[in-house]
Nanobody
Framework: QVQLVETGGGSVQTGGSLRLSCEVS????????MGWFRQSPGKEREGVAT???????AYAASAKGRFTITQDSAKRNVYLQMNNLKPEDAAIYYC????????????????????WGQGTQVAVSS
């Protein structure tokens, strides 16, 4: 069992920055791959940035060069640093986890993720 709690959402102007945090509580010895996803009204949930147990990362094309996903060494917190935010980045952002092996590469497919946080809202005004 894994519980995820996101914080750090808010409202910024175009070009601004936000740092999202995800606190990870595990009640299992299994390792997990982590990811940040987002969903806006009328759109499918999108994998923004994901990270493997070995700290390999994968980003959506729209996020490359602007967003950075990291996790602390104890794997208790996962972060998403978002810079140069645009109005199209506005969405509810979710932290997610899936059991994975050490060698499993990062994946942005939300169907593969088993555990989800409640989400945090990001608004970007022009």
């Amino acid at each position: 069992q894994v519980q995820l709690v996101e914080t750090g959402g808010g409202s910024v102007q175009t070009g601004g920055s936000l740092r999202l945090s995800c606190e990870v509580s595990r009640y299992t010895n299994s390792g997990h791959c982590m990811g940040w996803f987002r969903q806006s009204p009328g759109k499918e949930r999108e994998g923004v940035a994901t990270i493997s147990r070995g700290d390999l990362t994968a980003y959506a094309a729209s996020a490359k060069g602007r967003f950075t996903i990291t996790q602390d060494s104890a794997k208790r917190n996962v972060y998403l640093q978002m810079n140069n935010l645009k109005p199209e980045d506005a969405a509810i952002y979710y932290c997610a986890a899936k059991p994975c092996a050490w060698s499993t590469p990062p994946s942005r497919d939300p169907v593969l993720y088993k555990y989800w946080g409640q989400g945090t809202q990001v608004a970007v005004s022009s």
